[in-house]
């Protein structure tokens, strides 16, 4: 069952989707370079190519990021001390973008919706496995 998208939502799911991707991208990077973490790395890059929506036509015409009212950088954004505030900022901003994909998509596409909570609980997983590898 695939459900037309209310046009407003498509500027949801776009910024969500390209957080959720951004997110995982970065901790693939500090694990790929940094820690030279080749297992870890994978799994996230796997994750990163499931974090996907074939619509990109709706989801382009839809975006506006000149006009985003949070475009400017928050106080908070810049306050990272450590390479893991850094790991951990962005496994959460992965984890609350694919929650929202998965909210959204339950209305759309319950295939979709279950894949963004597969995905969600995946990064659960590696955060919890990534950061306590660490200590």
């Not at 820690?35 to 790395?41: F, I, Y």
């Not at 996230?44 to 974090?51: A, M, N, P, V």
């Amino acid at each position: 069952m695939t459900t037309q998208v209310h046009p407003a939502l498509y500027r949801v799911i776009d910024a969500n989707l390209n957080r959720l991707k951004e997110g995982v991208r970065v901790i693939e990077d500090v694990a790929r370079y940094v820690h030279n973490d080749k297992v870890l790395a994978t799994k996230l890059k796997e994750i990163r190519h499931q974090s996907r929506i074939d619509d990109l036509q709706n989801l382009l015409n839809s975006r506006d990021s000149v006009n985003d009212v949070l475009r400017p950088t928050l106080s908070s954004e810049m306050n990272r001390d450590s390479l893991e505030s850094i790991i951990v900022a962005n496994y959460k901003r992965a984890q609350e973008s694919s929650r929202v994909l998965e909210e959204l998509y339950k209305i759309v596409d319950p295939t979709l919706s279950e894949n963004f909570k597969s995905l969600r609980y995946a990064l659960y997983q590696l955060e919890k496995e990534n950061l306590l590898s660490s200590e």
